[in-house]
């Protein structure tokens, strides 16, 4: 077969193990020959959708380059265009890329992990700084509208407050939590804090700028300089910040990220040559099954309650409250 692979969005480390599975299996197994459409959905983050004949155009050079099927390795964003041309007739199979890990039907995606320990290393970092200048540091880490980075790394880096996108914090209580540890003798905190976490007392995430790119999206960004205002208004202490940003999303993948994104580039050529399209390679309890597109991109997979009381558990109860927000 024909076989042609593209990424969109965000870039996302493990993208290199995917192509490289699914190019090996494929000559070597199958036979397959491939073509790769450099900036595939482009990493700008277009939306042929919102084109007139955009989703027309892409078959159109599916067909002019003889692709018999097509491999969409994605987020949300690009699965769902993925969807919208497995509607018209492509065989496409896609997937799940990204490091926010928001999407349904897979228990991760690839990039997630590697972003984890990015951000826990920065966050044991500025641990020994932060107790060394008695100071409270708010660390700001990806997380549009999940916050599965912000808790996986604060629960792997001991943060003493987590802020995510699901739960709208009350910045007093954070504040009252913070002064609480310092009467108990510990002069210093750590907050970790998603991009898009919301303070239940204004209007939505704060944003770097309100233009939205072609999927509707605004660019976030900006939470840890305003929270630390906050903070520092309300409890007196000296107050920094971290942003780590792109950080998290370059570089070179961890080892589970590698293991996973071979998987899945060999999941999805297996699927390709099954014949199951408008499906994503998904893992669920450590095996790479396949799931309807639609059914993966539906709605973004935000944190669940367990993960919430995996956070909850480490705490004494009356801090519960100030995480809650
Ligand atoms: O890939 C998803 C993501 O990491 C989001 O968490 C973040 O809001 C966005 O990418 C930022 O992307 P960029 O600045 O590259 O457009």
């Given at each position: 077969?024909?076989?042609?692979?593209?990424?969109?969005?965000?870039?996302?480390?493990?993208?290199?193990?995917?192509?490289?599975?699914?190019?090996?299996?494929?000559?070597?197994?199958?036979?397959?020959?491939?073509?790769?459409?450099?900036?595939?959905?482009r990493t700008s983050r277009t939306n042929p959708a919102k084109r007139p004949d955009g989703l027309d155009t892409c078959i159109a050079t599916l067909k002019k380059n003889?692709?018999?099927?097509?491999?969409?390795?994605?987020?949300?964003d690009t699965l769902s265009v993925a969807?919208?041309?497995?509607?018209k007739g492509v065989r496409v199979v896609g997937v799940p890329k990204t490091i926010d890990?928001?999407?349904?039907?897979?228990?991760?995606?690839?990039?997630?992990?590697?972003?984890?320990?990015?951000?826990?290393?920065?966050?044991?970092?500025?641990?020994?700084?932060?107790?060394?200048?008695?100071?409270?540091?708010?660390?700001?880490?990806?997380?549009?509208?999940a916050g599965w980075i912000a808790i996986y790394?604060?629960?792997?880096?001991?943060?003493?407050?987590?802020?995510?996108?699901?739960?709208?914090?009350?910045?007093?209580?954070?504040?009252?939590?913070?002064?609480?540890?310092?009467e108990r003798g510990r002069y210093f905190s750590i907050v970790v804090v998603a991009e898009g976490a919301k303070f239940a007392s204004k209007n939505g995430p704060v944003m770097q700028s309100g233009e939205t790119d072609e999927f509707g999206h605004a660019r976030l960004g900006g939470i840890a300089n305003t929270l630390a205002l906050e903070l520092e208004k309300r409890t007196g202490f000296e107050t920094r910040t971290v942003v780590l940003g792109h950080i998290q999303r370059g570089g070179?993948?961890?080892?589970?990220d590698r293991v996973l994104a071979t998987r899945y580039g060999l999941g999805a050529i297996d699927m390709v040559h099954r014949g199951e399209f408008g499906k994503m390679a998904a893992l669920r309890a450590n095996k790479i099954i396949s799931i309807p597109l639609a059914e993966a991109t539906a709605k973004n997979r935000t944190v669940d309650q367990e993960m919430m009381n995996a956070a909850f558990g480490i705490l004494e109860d009356?801090?519960?409250e100030a995480v809650a927000g």
């Open positions: 077969m024909k076989i042609g692979i593209l990424t969109g969005g965000g870039d996302c480390p493990g993208l290199n193990a995917v192509i490289r599975a699914a190019v090996r299996k494929g000559t070597f197994h199958f036979n397959d020959q491939f073509i790769g459409f450099l900036e595939g959905l003889g692709a018999d099927a097509l491999i969409a390795i994605g987020g949300d969807t919208k041309l497995f509607d890990n928001d999407l349904a039907g897979t228990d991760f995606t690839f990039g997630f992990d590697t972003a984890v320990n990015v951000v826990t290393e920065a966050i044991d970092r500025v641990h020994t700084t932060a107790e060394a200048h008695n100071r409270v540091m708010v660390v700001e880490v990806m997380g549009r509208d790394s604060g629960i792997a880096g001991g943060a003493d407050v987590i802020l995510i996108p699901e739960q709208p914090f009350d910045v007093d209580k954070v504040a009252a939590k913070i002064r609480r540890r310092h070179s993948p961890t080892a589970f009356e801090e519960k």
